[in-house]
């Protein structure tokens, strides 16, 4: 039928489909990023040993956010300082401000 939608998507602000969409999201890209370096800055440690490489593959692997986040925060070398702290808090930054306008706007 010609004028009749299932869901009234003019209803609903393109800002805030935007970032609902954007805000389910985000913690799997944070996720898939933050792991994705924290084993590659592991695997590229030449200093460890293997017992600590196993150690913390397992804490990254199976401790989703919050293991990867402690790596990259306290133990990770092989990646700059400035490229670190902008990946976590700004992942960290960005998820936040997006909560907080999504709980605003509904």
């Not at 985000?26 to 196993?54: C, E, G, H």
Request: glycine share 6%; no cysteine.
């Amino acid at each position: 039928m010609p004028g009749v939608s299932i869901f009234p998507i003019s209803d609903v602000p393109l800002l805030s489909l935007f970032l609902n969409f954007y805000g389910y999201y985000l913690p799997f890209f944070l996720y898939a990023t933050w792991t994705s370096l924290a084993l590659m800055d592991i695997s590229q440690n030449r200093y460890s040993s293997n017992i600590f490489k196993v150690s913390w593959t397992f804490v990254v692997t199976f401790i989703p956010l919050i293991g990867s986040f402690v790596y990259h925060l306290f133990i990770a070398e092989e990646i700059h300082v400035a490229v670190r702290a902008t990946m976590i808090f700004g992942g960290i930054l960005i998820f936040t401000g997006v909560i907080v306008y999504l709980g605003f706007a509904l």
